[in-house]
Each structure stands twice: as C-alpha cells, then as structure tokens.
C-alpha cells in the first residue's frame, strides 16, 4: 500500500466529564434551547459535528440539535391540505426564535421536517458574532434500493442515533436542565476519536447501501482528519462501491473538492482508489494504477505519482487563494494550513491523464507518453461536465495547465531563450505562477541529483520570466495592428485569414523579429498578405 504521508498524525484530542461539558456549553444559546425544550416537555440533545469538534478542540459555530417527541398536527389544518403534520424539531425552532425576537430568523423546512435559527449570538469565543442551530426531529429511517431518500417515521435517540452515519458523528449531549452536559455515546464514538477511527454506528454494508453518499463522506472525513477507515467498514465499501452510481453528480462534487481542500488529499485518493470507487467517479485517474514491463524496463506508476504532485502542491507554500475562482465549500480547516488552491489542485490530479491513451513502446527507446498534455487537457472538460464541476474560468484555468504542464521542462531541458520563455509567458498570461508551482511539484524522482538539476532548470526559467515581464512589458501587448484594422485594409469579414495574419504579427513581435510599432508590422503584414493572396484598397 502507497503512503503519501510519511508521519500519520491525529487531529488534537481531549477528553471532557460531563461537568466540563456543561461548561463548555454554559452559553446563552443552549440554555435558551434546554429552557423551550423542558416547557414542552421534550428531550433535546446537540449532536453529530458540533459535538465532535468539541472533543477535537475544532472551532465550529453550526449546530445541530435532535428533539425526542411526537410529530403532530397543526391546528387549524390549512385548507385543502388534509391532515398537515409538523415535526417537533419545527416546534421547538420556532418557540425558540419566539423567546429570540427580532434579532433572530427562522427557516423552516417542511419536506424534511427541519428548521433552522440564525442568531446574531455566539457560542464559542473567537467564532463571530452569528451562529445556525438547525433542529430536527428524533427519527427513524428506512430505503428502498434505488433511492437516497428515506421514508422517515419519529423515532427515540437511539434510533436517530443509529441511523447517523458514523460513530464519532453519533454522540450527544443534553440540553435539557437536569441533565445539562451529559453525554450520549452508544457507539463509543470517544474511543474512536482517541484511536483515529472512522467505522459505521452499525453494520456497514448496511449504513452504506442506505445512503451510498456515506461513502465518500467517510473517505473525507478520513481524509480531513488523517484517520483510518476501521477495517470492516472498509470492506464494505469497496462491497458496496457500485452503489454510488445513484447519487447525483452534484453530491459527488462537493465531497471531492472537501477531500481536495483537506491538507494532505492523497490520503482520500489512496482510499478512493482502493475501495473501487475512483474506477466509477474518475476513470481517468484511476487508469494510471498500472505498471507495465517490456524488455525488462517497466514505468512509473503514475497514479501515485499523480498522488504525489497533489501532495506536493498542496504543501507548496507558495499558494495563496484562488484568483476570483469560486470556492467548493468545506469544513473548517487546521490554521495552519495556508492558502488553498482547489483548481491548482485538480490541475495536478489531472496533469497525466492522457498518458493512458498515450502510452506506447519504442523499441531501442523504452516506454513513451508523446502529447499525453494534449491528449490530457481534450479530455478536462468532459470530467468537469460529468462531475457537475463549473464549465466556466474554472474548467479553463484546469485545461490550460494540463495543456502546458510540458512546456516549462521543455524549455528547462534545452537553452532557455528569451523567445521560448516570451511564447510560454504569453500562452500562460496571469497563471504562469501556478504553472511554475505544478512544474515543479511534478518533478518526483527518488534520484536526488536529479531532482536538484531539475529544480535548479526550474529556477532559471522563474529567473527568465521575471526578466522579460519587467523589461519586455510592452513586447506582451497585442501589436498595435489589431483585427478591425486588418479586415478594413483587406475587404474582409472576420474569418480564418484575419487569424492568420493577427497571429503573424503577434508571433513576430513575440519572437523579436520586429519591435511592437506600426511600420515595421506594417511592412510584414503587407508581404504576409500578398503570400496569401490578398490585395488592400
């Protein structure tokens, strides 16, 4: 088995009595939801990621409360509604945005029985000054085979908690006054924290084939939290694999990119690879698992070698945010960890598709992936489409890199000319930075003195770029002959000519053949047009 990370550490654990707990929830907000609770005569308990974060010492400011009680009809009944019914968590929500008042909003979501309360108060110190405290009903939950959604019934604690999707995920605490604090952990929820183990509440294969989402949620969790998948669980999911095939792109998008913005992502594509689900999701990377051998020389892996340029671009200390690029929305992430770049991210996990369909023998010269980059960035915008991934700058500033990932080692690799480095700063524009940062993220080799010729290459071409943006500026204009011009002189509509000619002209000045002003580009425009066939006024 590959291990990306050479040193496995846990998120911070600590362990807390149920007096601690009573503490650390002493705020405003709980004991205004244990007051509602115990007038209506319910049980009302915090539960799943709120209490998790507690144990990890994770700042979270979402809360996620489970009411026990009977759902129960509406009085009056609206018209032509029959017999309308609202959940309990709904009732308990909207007594409290009561107690709350105007400084409170309250959404409430029939269909699903839940309601949220945004408050402009604060739980935790240092988190702001607004909190969401979502309520829902205790509940049980059965499937049928082909569907994600549940037919749902009132349930005890114990139901909603065995229906959650895993022990660390399944813990409670109560907020009702006499029992304020105390915690509920059927599923020892604690001592799989303390060991970094991510397992199902109950038989996996189950927990699974119920809501196959689960599955990539546990391979992120796993992978945000640098945890294990405990060892059945994970026999079930590469049981159960298949099954993701019902979940809608759109709920795979968002857990991919939370594994993608988790400090060290490889750990969640090892996994992925590994259950079978990569195979389904993401094909294209998966086909790299593969080593072929001929004539006795074999290549490299590049599956994990793709998993180490993720990891090496992940760590980079170079990123900073993304450039006015949406952001995937994610759970909160160590301090630690620095900027995150998403779509340089996914620029590394795709850099070497194409060298699936590429790969050939040379006999004499052993194993080639001639155009792999090309082939490669072809194939960018069906993996966006499929995984509902955004068709827009995204899906462009991704194909661009794994179009250019070779040009940088191309230019390294022979004399680096002011020529070469102008066309790639052109072709690159704003993200030749990020370009640079996938280079050499991409050079992996065990051969230190390799390695070190290849960076140091790396460092004269950076070296290069910085030269010519500071005195070739005006060299990376647009040639002052633009397009409108062009077609005036000719008598013509835009088409492929006007290309051609805009292209001559821009490749010249690029190439320093003339400098970027009207006569000289004038004089090659006159000669190119005439090769061409073309006559002015």
Same mark, same amino acid.
């Given at each position: 088995?590959?291990?990306?990370? /050479?040193?496995?550490?846990?998120?911070?654990?600590?362990?807390?009595?149920?007096?601690?707990?009573?503490?650390?929830?002493?705020?405003?907000?709980?004991?205004?939801?244990?007051?509602?609770?115990?007038?209506?005569?319910?049980?009302?308990?915090?539960?799943?990621?709120?209490?998790?974060?507690?144990?990890?010492?994770?700042? %979270?400011?979402?809360?996620?409360?489970?009411?026990?009680?009977?759902?129960? *009809?509406?009085? *009056?009944?609206?018209?032509?509604?029959?017999?309308?019914?609202?959940?309990?968590?709904?009732?308990?929500?909207?007594?409290? =945005? @009561?107690?709350?008042g105007k400084k409170a909003h309250l959404s409430v979501f029939k269909n699903f029985g839940t309601a949220q309360v945004k408050t402009p108060l604060?739980?935790?110190?240092?988190?702001?000054?607004?909190?969401?405290?979502?309520?829902?009903?205790?509940?049980?939950?059965?499937?049928?085979?082909?569907?994600?959604?549940?037919?749902?019934?009132?349930?005890?604690?114990?139901?909603?908690?065995?229906?959650?999707?895993?022990?660390?995920?399944?813990?409670?605490?109560?907020? @009702?006054?006499?029992?304020?604090?105390?915690?509920? $952990?059927?599923?020892?929820?604690?001592? $799989?924290?303390?060991?970094?183990? !991510?397992?199902?509440?109950?038989?996996?294969?189950?927990?699974?084939?119920?809501?196959?989402?689960?599955?990539?949620?546990?391979?992120?969790?796993?992978? +945000?939290?640098?945890?294990?998948?405990?060892?059945?669980?994970?026999?079930?999911?590469?049981?159960?694999?298949?099954?993701?095939?019902?979940?809608?792109?759109?709920?795979?998008?968002?857990?991919?990119?939370?594994?993608?913005?988790?400090?060290?992502?490889?750990?969640?594509?090892?996994?992925? +690879?590994? %259950?079978?689900?990569?195979?389904?999701?993401?094909?294209?990377?998966?086909?790299?698992?593969?080593?072929?051998?001929?004539?006795?020389?074999?290549?490299? /892996?590049?599956?994990?070698?793709?998993?180490?340029?993720?990891?090496?671009?992940?760590? %980079?200390?170079?990123?900073? $945010?993304?450039?006015?690029?949406? =952001?995937?929305?994610?759970?909160?992430?160590?301090?630690?960890?620095?900027?995150?770049?998403?779509?340089?991210?996914?620029?590394?996990?795709?850099?070497?598709?194409?060298?699936?369909?590429?790969?050939?023998?040379?006999?004499? !010269?052993?194993?080639?992936?001639?155009?792999?980059?090309? !082939?490669?960035?072809?194939?960018?915008?069906?993996?966006? #489409? #499929?995984?509902?991934?955004?068709?827009?700058?995204?899906?462009?500033?991704?194909?661009?890199?794994?179009?250019?990932?070779?040009?940088?080692? &191309?230019?390294?690799?022979?004399?680096?000319?002011?020529?070469?480095?102008?066309?790639?700063?052109?072709?690159?524009?704003?993200?030749?930075?990020?370009?640079?940062?996938?280079?050499?993220?991409?050079?992996?080799?065990? @051969?230190?003195?390799?390695?070190?010729?290849?960076?140091?290459?790396?460092?004269?071409?950076?070296?290069?770029?910085?030269?010519?943006?500071?005195k070739d500026y005006k060299r990376l204009l647009q040639p002052v002959i633009d397009g409108n011009e062009i077609m005036e002189m000719f008598h013509?509509?835009? %088409?492929?000519?006007?290309?051609?000619?805009?292209?001559?002209?821009?490749?010249? &000045?690029?190439?320093?053949?003339?400098? /970027?002003?009207?006569? *000289?580009?004038?004089?090659?425009?006159?000669?190119?047009?005439? +090769?061409?066939?073309?006559?002015? /006024?």
């Amino acid at each position: 088995m590959f291990v990306c990370i /050479n040193i496995r550490t846990f998120a911070p654990m600590k362990l807390y009595s149920d007096q601690a707990l009573a503490k650390i929830l002493d705020q405003e907000i709980f004991h205004l939801i244990g007051d509602v609770a115990d007038e209506m005569g319910v049980e009302c308990y915090v539960v799943g990621g709120y209490v998790r974060d507690i144990f990890l010492e994770r700042p %979270s400011n979402d809360i996620d409360v489970v009411v026990v009680g009977k759902t129960h *009809p509406l009085t *009056p009944s609206p018209v032509g509604e029959g017999e309308c019914t609202v959940s309990v968590g709904i009732s308990v929500a909207k007594a409290l =945005k @009561n107690r709350l008042g105007k400084k409170a909003h309250l959404s409430v979501f029939k269909n699903f029985g839940t309601a949220q309360v945004k408050t402009p108060l604060h739980c935790r110190e240092g988190l702001g000054e607004s909190l969401e405290v979502e309520f829902v009903g205790a509940r049980k939950e059965s499937y049928s085979h082909d569907s994600r959604k549940p037919i749902v019934e009132d349930g005890t604690l114990e139901d909603d908690q065995n229906r959650r999707d895993f022990t660390i995920n399944a813990m409670a605490i109560c907020l @009702n006054n006499k029992r304020f604090g105390e915690l509920v $952990d059927p599923f020892n929820g604690i001592a $799989d924290l303390e060991d970094g183990i !991510i397992a199902t509440p109950l038989d996996p294969e189950v927990t699974f084939s119920d809501d196959p989402l689960r599955m990539m949620r546990c391979i992120r969790f796993a992978t +945000q939290l640098n945890f294990q998948i405990e060892e059945e669980t994970f026999d079930a999911l590469s049981r159960m694999a298949d099954r993701i095939k019902i979940v809608s792109g759109e709920r795979i998008e968002v857990e991919l990119n939370k594994i993608m913005m988790s400090p060290h992502p490889s750990i969640g594509f090892e996994y992925l +690879q590994r %259950s079978g689900l990569l195979q389904i999701i993401l094909p294209e990377v998966a086909a790299l698992d593969i080593v072929e051998k001929r004539e006795g020389r074999a290549h490299k /892996n590049n599956f994990y070698h793709t998993l180490e340029v993720l990891e090496n671009v992940s760590m %980079s200390p170079k990123l900073g $945010d993304d450039r006015g690029l949406n =952001k995937a929305s994610s759970d909160p992430q160590p301090p630690n960890l620095g900027g995150f770049r998403l779509w340089l991210r996914w620029a590394s996990l795709l850099h070497d598709i194409g060298k699936t369909k590429s790969k050939r023998w040379e006999p004499g !010269i052993g194993w080639t992936f001639h155009n792999h980059n090309l !082939i490669g960035a072809k194939q960018v915008p069906n993996i966006f #489409r #499929r995984l509902k991934l955004p068709m827009g700058a995204e899906m462009k500033y991704v194909q661009k890199l794994v179009d250019l990932h070779m040009r940088p080692q &191309v230019i390294a690799d022979s004399e680096v000319t002011d020529s070469a480095v102008r066309r790639l700063l052109n072709d690159a524009g704003d993200d030749i930075d990020d370009l640079m940062t996938l280079c050499e993220a991409d050079i992996t080799s065990k @051969n230190e003195v390799k390695k070190k010729m290849f960076l140091e290459n790396f460092r004269m071409v950076r070296e290069k770029l910085a030269d010519l943006k500071v005195k070739d500026y005006k060299r990376l204009l647009q040639p002052v002959i633009d397009g409108n011009e062009i077609m005036e002189m000719f008598h013509l509509q835009p %088409s492929r000519e006007v290309g051609v000619l805009k292209q001559y002209l821009k490749d010249a &000045v690029l190439d320093n053949k003339v400098e /970027n002003e009207r006569e *000289p580009l004038m004089q090659l425009l006159l000669e190119k047009a005439a +090769q061409m066939g073309l006559k002015t /006024n």
